[in-house]
């Protein structure tokens, strides 16, 4: 989209404007205006206000490429919790950018080259972690952050960042009340869309997407099951379906065999442009082509756990001999990386991602320092990069109104025992969904979309494809697949810790071979 014969333009946006129409009332914008149009307008007119502190006027997700051509500046911006993508690079004398960073790679200009030091960083991690991606030369913009071209030369500059701040003058009522009304606030807005009337939802049957039912206008909640895993520990959907029904919302769920799984991780690879080891993106696909039978939008609740504290490695004190907290994800040692990488870089290490945002909150109580290098890389690098580029390959626009940023406000002022209580994470969140939920779903167990992978791979019929990959020519150029078929013995012979390990080898050689070979 761009709006020419003006000095500001409009080069890119993705995304969506939740306060649209307040923001119309304010500037001065016809809110019959189609929804492209709208939101251009939106943007172009808030930059002629505001200048570059626009963006904090604006709630929703958004990537913006703006141009102002009497400064002879292109603007490259990002939300501030980085909700939606964007990655940039330099081609000649251009910098090009996209959502999607297989069209940077597909661009003639670009010398496709694995970044070794992402991939060292990958198998620790599990995900594709800070600015850098698996392309030399390519960056992704991160959240609260914006790029400045002036044709010359790159500079990127943070204009948000998340800072817990406790405020012990109010009680857990207060904070629960708070909640309560600004999420009447957030989905005031949402319903106020006339362009999508009928919206759907996510529902795990835990807290956060259960409240995010209940207080929406969604009228069908979603689920996925396992086949051959009905009432186990991978299989949530009846808590799902009982939370659904209790609300009075129509329910679906979409059961996923194992056929159909690994049948759909190479187009989720594919889709993803990075090398991910989430199996749950796989799961959240399948899931969006369901959904996309029935809508054009659906709800799910991210942002909550990095908000509110809802990992239990938010609540576990970090070892005596940790010199940094290395995000909730991380899935293999820096020893096993280096037995099975050829090509180990002893200089790249595994605290390097997060070391600066470590020491920039020194003196700030643990869990807020944990609550920020989350929403910081964990949060951005890997749910996001999951639900983002999922739902948009499968057609889906996908609202997270819980990673709004005034939801981000309540809980950065709220103090870490007031999160913990009563042996609950996130326990003044879980007491504002209360008010709409029964107490068993408000304070249920965190509950996610588990997925069975660790079975299946298991199963000869399944991982032929895995094996192939793991032990043949694309692996030798980057692995010591002595290595490998070690670790594939030890998994077969039940040691089913190691599947995640597995997993995110797979999804790497899928990438490598498709985009490198």
């Given amino acids: 989209m761009e709006n020419t014969g003006r000095s500001v333009n409009i080069r890119y946006f993705s995304g969506y404007i939740r306060n649209w129409r307040a923001l119309c009332g304010e500037l001065g914008i016809d809110t019959g205006l189609d929804r492209a149009h709208r939101e251009e307008e939106i943007v172009i007119q808030a930059y002629i206000r505001w200048k570059l502190d626009f963006m904090s006027h604006i709630y929703g997700a958004f990537v913006i490429a703006l141009s102002d051509e009497e400064a002879k500046k292109l603007y490259i911006i990002r939300d501030q919790v980085g909700q939606k993508h964007i990655f940039y690079a330099l081609a000649g004398n251009e910098l090009i950018c996209s959502g999607d960073i297989n069209e940077i790679a597909a661009d003639s200009r670009i010398e496709n080259r694995l970044n070794k030091r ?56 207060d904070f629960a009340e708070e909640i309560k009304s600004v999420v009447a606030e957030i989905f005031s807005e949402e319903k106020n869309d006339a362009e999508f009337p009928y919206k759907e939802s996510f529902l795990s049957g835990g807290v956060d997407s259960s409240f995010l039912l209940a207080a929406s206008d969604a009228a069908y909640a979603n689920t996925v099951g396992y086949v051959g895993f009905e009432n186990s520990g991978f299989d949530e959907s009846a808590l799902a379906e009982q939370t659904a029904r209790t609300l009075g919302k129509g329910f679906r769920k979409k059961m996923i065999s194992a056929e159909e799984y690994f049948e759909r991780i190479p187009t989720v690879i594919e889709k993803m442009g990075q090398p991910l080891g989430d199996a749950s993106a796989v799961a959240f696909s399948i899931g969006c082509t369901a959904v996309k039978e029935h809508t054009k ?123 913990f209580m009563n042996d609950q994470n996130k326990y003044v969140f879980r007491k504002a969904a209360s008010s709409l939920l029964p107490d068993e779903a408000a304070f249920r167990k965190k509950v996610g979309f588990p997925v069975p992978v660790r079975k299946w791979l298991a199963e000869e019929r399944f991982n032929k494809p895995i094996t192939e990959l793991l032990f043949g020519e694309t692996a030798q150029r980057y692995f010591n697949t002595d290595e490998l078929k070690s670790m594939w013995e030890r998994f077969i012979n039940g040691e089913e810790f190691l599947w995640n390990r597995i997993y995110a080898i797979y999804a790497f050689l899928l990438w490598a071979k498709a985009n490198l070979d």
């Avoid at 991690?125 to 390519?138: L, V």
């Avoid at 002893?346 to 869990?367: C, F, H, M, R």
Wanted: glycine share 6%; proline share 5%.
């Fill in 118 to 173: 992402m991939l060292q960083q990958y198998l620790f991690y599990g995900y594709p972690i800070g600015s850098e991606t698996f392309y030399e030369g390519i960056y992704k913009l991160m959240p609260g952050h914006y790029a400045e071209w002036d044709g010359k030369a790159v500079s990127v500059h943070r204009y948000w960042k998340p800072v817990f701040a406790p405020d012990r003058t109010k009680t857990v009522d």
């Fill in 297 to 419: 939008v659906v709800y799910s609740g991210e942002g909550i756990d990095e908000f509110f504290g809802g990992y239990n490695a938010h609540r576990t004190p970090m070892q005596p001999d940790w010199k940094y907290y290395l995000t909730c994800s991380h899935i293999m040692s820096e020893d096993v990386i280096r037995s099975i990488m050829k090509d180990y870089d002893e200089s790249v290490k595994a605290y390097d991602p997060v070391a600066d945002i470590w020491n920039e909150t020194e003196g700030q109580d643990e869990l807020a320092r944990k609550l920020t290098t989350d929403v910081s890389l964990w949060l951005e690098g890997d749910i996001y990069l999951n639900t983002d580029r999922t739902s948009t390959a499968c057609g889906v626009e996908l609202h997270t109104p819980f990673s709004d940023l005034r939801l981000f406000n309540v809980a950065s002022r709220i103090p870490a025992e007031m999160k």
